[in-house]
């Protein structure tokens, strides 16, 4: 019994070491069939990524431009005109006024660069492509047929553009505003090349007018034996009248504005034939006397009139 209660001590410490070892040796792992990991999509994440894990897009690459786009881009880059030393009148920078031209116009913040149009021109429209960022206004100076019109343009910040267009009662100005730190351009204007050549012309027909049709005509030379007759156009002639050498057809004012006749002299079987002459304000000069003349014009209806020379006989008769 002694044996016994010895050698069961004895089984009861070896069993836990043989449970112990029995738990130390590896075990088969099974998977749990309860828990089915979701699927990962090859193009859609299964979770939202954080943000510093997200993985932003390719920039999209704008599509290049066409043929039509290129040449508009050429077309104002050649139509611009820029700023130039030679063209500044103090702080003004003066451009020479063209049709379809783009001026170029520097701007700053905090800056008022001032636009002056032509004395006397009437503002029409200002239109700006940017309203939001650019403080555009007008007002005028000066009175009567000095009154000027003045366009005023200030960015909110550097780094702007946009285009402004002008409309007035005489011309259309088109313009780039571009804004930088602090260069600005306090004022432009514009001389008119072409209003200058209109007023030279308009001198010119001034002092043409008042020289005499010719020279060296004597009162008592002169004949004023012509009939006028025939049709009632707005350019019949006022009168005909020679020096002996010259014949002078004179017409009313209103010669220049429409299309004027031309002259035909006209034989004695009525046949008209074409004749030089020369035209002297509102006077026709024929150097030669003639007996009979014609003044045709039109296509369908013809407008004629007459100018025929008469005797002394004649004239007594009309006369009476």
Same mark, same amino acid.
């Given at each position: 019994?002694?044996?016994?209660?010895?050698?069961?001590?004895?089984?009861?410490?070896?069993?836990?070491?043989?449970?112990?070892?029995a738990?130390?040796?590896?075990?088969?792992?099974?998977?749990?069939?309860?828990?089915?990991?979701?699927? /990962?999509?090859?193009?859609?994440a299964?979770?939202?990524?954080?943000?510093?894990?997200?993985?932003a897009?390719?920039?999209?690459?704008?599509?290049?431009?066409?043929?039509?786009?290129?040449?508009?881009?050429?077309?104002?880059?050649?139509?611009?005109?820029?700023?130039?030393?030679?063209?500044?009148? +103090?702080?003004?920078?003066?451009?020479?006024?063209?049709?379809?031209?783009? #001026?170029?116009?520097?701007?700053?913040?905090?800056? /008022?660069?001032? *636009?002056?149009?032509?004395p006397?021109?009437?503002?029409?429209?200002?239109?700006?492509?940017?309203?939001?960022?650019?403080? *555009?206004?007008?007002?005028?100076?000066?009175?009567?047929?000095?009154?000027?019109?003045?366009?005023?343009?200030?960015?909110?910040?550097?780094?702007l553009?946009? +285009?402004?267009? *002008?409309?007035?009662?005489?011309?259309? #100005?088109?313009?780039?505003?571009?804004?930088?730190?602090?260069?600005?351009?306090?004022?432009?204007?514009?001389?008119?090349?072409?209003? $200058?050549?209109?007023?030279?012309?308009?001198?010119?027909?001034?002092?043409?007018?008042?020289?005499?049709?010719?020279?060296?005509?004597?009162?008592?030379?002169?004949?004023?034996n #012509?009939?006028?007759?025939?049709? $009632?156009?707005?350019?019949?002639?006022?009168?005909?009248?020679d020096?002996?050498?010259?014949?002078?057809?004179?017409?009313?004012? +209103?010669?220049? /504005?429409?299309?004027?006749p031309?002259?035909?002299?006209?034989?004695?079987?009525?046949?008209?034939?074409?004749v +030089?002459?020369?035209?002297?304000?509102?006077? #026709? /000069?024929?150097?030669?006397?003639?007996?009979?003349?014609?003044?045709?014009?039109?296509?369908?209806?013809?407008?004629?009139?007459? *100018?025929?020379?008469?005797?002394?006989?004649?004239?007594?008769?009309?006369?009476?």
């Amino acid at each position: 019994m002694k044996f016994a209660c010895l050698a069961a001590p004895v089984f009861v410490a070896v069993a836990p070491a043989f449970a112990q070892t029995a738990a130390m040796a590896p075990v088969p792992i099974t998977p749990d069939v309860s828990y089915s990991a979701p699927l /990962v999509s090859s193009s859609i994440a299964p979770y939202p990524l954080a943000p510093s894990l997200m993985v932003a897009p390719s920039a999209r690459r704008s599509p290049p431009p066409s043929p039509a786009e290129l040449r508009v881009r050429a077309a104002n880059r050649r139509a611009t005109l820029e700023p130039s030393t030679g063209g500044y009148l +103090n702080a003004v920078q003066v451009y020479p006024f063209s049709e379809g031209t783009i #001026y170029h116009v520097f701007t700053a913040p905090e800056r /008022v660069t001032d *636009i002056v149009l032509q004395p006397g021109e009437t503002l029409g429209a200002v239109a700006a492509g940017d309203t939001v960022r650019w403080v *555009i206004g007008d007002t005028t100076s000066g009175g009567g047929d000095t009154k000027r019109t003045h366009v005023l343009v200030k960015p909110f910040t550097a780094g702007l553009s946009t +285009n402004l267009v *002008i409309t007035t009662d005489k011309r259309t #100005y088109h313009l780039a505003l571009t804004s930088t730190d602090r260069a600005a351009m306090s004022a432009l204007s514009w001389t008119y090349p072409q209003d $200058q050549l209109i007023a030279l012309k308009a001198a010119a027909e001034r002092a043409r007018a008042e020289q005499p049709i010719a020279s060296g005509l004597q009162v008592e030379q002169l004949h004023f034996n #012509y009939a006028i007759s025939g049709d $009632q156009p707005v350019w019949r002639p006022l009168r005909a009248f020679d020096d002996g050498r010259q014949t002078f057809i004179e017409f009313p004012p +209103n010669l220049g /504005v429409g299309e004027a006749p031309p002259l035909f002299l006209v034989d004695s079987k009525g046949t008209p034939s074409l004749v +030089n002459y020369r035209v002297e304000g509102r006077f #026709y /000069v024929v150097d030669r006397i003639f007996d009979a003349a014609e003044l045709r014009l039109g296509f369908k209806h013809q407008d004629i009139v007459r *100018i025929a020379r008469v005797g002394e006989a004649d004239k007594r008769r009309r006369r009476a």
